[in-house]
């Protein structure tokens, strides 16, 4: 996890083991969330299928709240070593720099390609493990307060124990090509949402 060659939040690289997961194919959409809260808070309406923006951090746990109760299930949001572990392409990782390639514009919605929008999930190439837009269209909420990494080895790590910011990964559909790097890390209070901020979720597997 992490990176040498970045900014240094995203250093130093240490070795992280993480439990069995499973991760969303797509970011959570527009019709998905209305489905739930019953009402669309995004700013690029009229796209059912393009990911719910301008959530905050808290407006993501309300939605995970609620679907958890309707659905009987456990999903959360993803840790920053979950996220960065399934845009990496787990075990099948060919060490691209953005999830899934090394050509930004085959895998990712960013501000050279996207026309100042998001759009539809799942319409760029997916990477080694199947999931989609985990680089570009929008970033997405983690379950972690920043801080900064271990030099030691680490197991399913969730962050720091209290802040007042929480991770955000991916880039999205208005960042450049630096900006959406599978290691590049981001952070804003929980509270700010943004027409760049959507989200994923996880669910831990049941063995």
Known sequence: MGSSSGESIEMPIHAVTLSAFYIGKYEVTQAQWKAVIGSNPSHFKGCDDC???RV?????QDFILKLNVKTGKRYRLPTEAEWEYAAKGGKSGKGYTYSGSNDLYAVAW??????????AVGG???NELGVYDMTGNVWEWCSDWCGTYSSHDETNPT??????????RGGSWNFVANLCRTARR????????????GFRLVLPAVR
């Open 51 to 53: 990911p719910v923006e």
């Open 56 to 60: 905050s951090w808290n407006d993501v």
């Open 110 to 119: 960013n501000s050279d390609n996207s026309g100042n929008k998001t759009h």
């Open 124 to 126: 760029k190439q997916a």
């Open 159 to 168: 962050g720091a124990s209290s802040g007042q910011s929480r991770a955000i």
């Open 186 to 197: 981001g952070w804003y209070n929980p509270d700010y949402g943004s027409m760049n901020f």
